[in-house]
């Protein structure tokens, strides 16, 4: 009778272990590999949506860059100068997107006196790597870039970083754990902390509830690429943030929550602005108010004598 249930303990444990190890796979494959739009989609979705201007993005004076990523493959970037100054903003796009997608924010730069560079982030459109981080590779990669920006343009330029989605997490990300170089920040619909998120989106879309799944993917995404969701928390990242920080959000968001924009906003200390808008789901907030939206990065960066153009 011992020896039975000894037996039967131990098919019991070796189907929980398998079972264990499949999900923590197939999880793990979900977020590191999580599919990307087609960049011919995205470029399409644009043109119609009239957002990019095939005329002006082929005739505006640009130069194509290669940047070497710390994490070893290239990023590729792409310098919009349409203005004759050394101001820039980089624009973080965000995930399955590419850089064409956050060529309307550079025309939006362009008229408050900015010239842009838009990038693809790690794994997404034409750059390298095999994963993506959600902000915590992708945060060494914009400090990269950003680093570029000044040999580029010299240390009097205004240098700002604007971010959507995965981009907005991996701006805070940059700026309240590896440098807070730049001169301003605006977050757009950002996630307050990984974990969380994934937790949100579990619990909508699937049977789970509970943390220990997230818990069990975590041992092997530290196993599989090198780092624990712990460490992608814009929370604990935005305390350290001294610079300014406008925070953008569209009340009927249901991917990312508004309420994680507020809890980011409550916890930054000095210079701070937030926006919450009506209209517009998840990273809509430009594309459904766009006027609103430019005066409202307008404003942010008149009041803290950081607009070009008076």
Known sequence: MKRRILWVTSILWSIFTASAAIFGFIFTNRLMYLKKK????????????????????????????????PNGYPIKAIFLEPLKTTNFVVICHGVTENKINSVKYARLFERLGFNSVVYDHRRHG??????????????MDLQAVVNAVHDYAGEEAIIGIHGESM????????????????????????????TDQ????????????TRYAIKLADVFLRVRDGYSMR????????????????????????????????????????????KLFENGPHAQSFNQNPEEY????????YTYDLLPIK
């Open 38 to 69: 087609d960049d011919a989609f995205i470029l399409d979705r644009e043109i119609t949506a009239k957002r990019f201007d095939e005329v002006w993005f082929n005739t505006v004076q640009k130069t194509e860059k290669w940047i070497d990523s």
């Open 126 to 139: 034409d750059s390298g790597g095999k994963t993506t981080s959600f902000g915590h590779y992708e945060k």
């Open 167 to 194: 981009g907005a997490a991996t701006t805070i990300l940059y700026a309240g754990t590896v440098e807070d170089h730049a001169h301003f920040y605006i977050s757009d619909c950002a996630f307050s902390d990984f």
């Open 198 to 209: 994934l937790l949100y989106l579990m619990k909508k879309e699937t049977p789970l509830r």
């Open 231 to 274: 460490l992608v928390s814009p929370r604990e990242a935005v305390k350290h943030i001294e610079k300014p920080v406008l925070f953008i959000h569209s009340l009927p968001d249901d991917f990312i929550l508004p309420e994680m924009t507020k809890e980011l906003y409550e916890l930054k200390n000095g210079p701070k602005q937030l």
């Open 294 to 301: 430019e005066q409202t990065v307008a404003d942010f960066l």
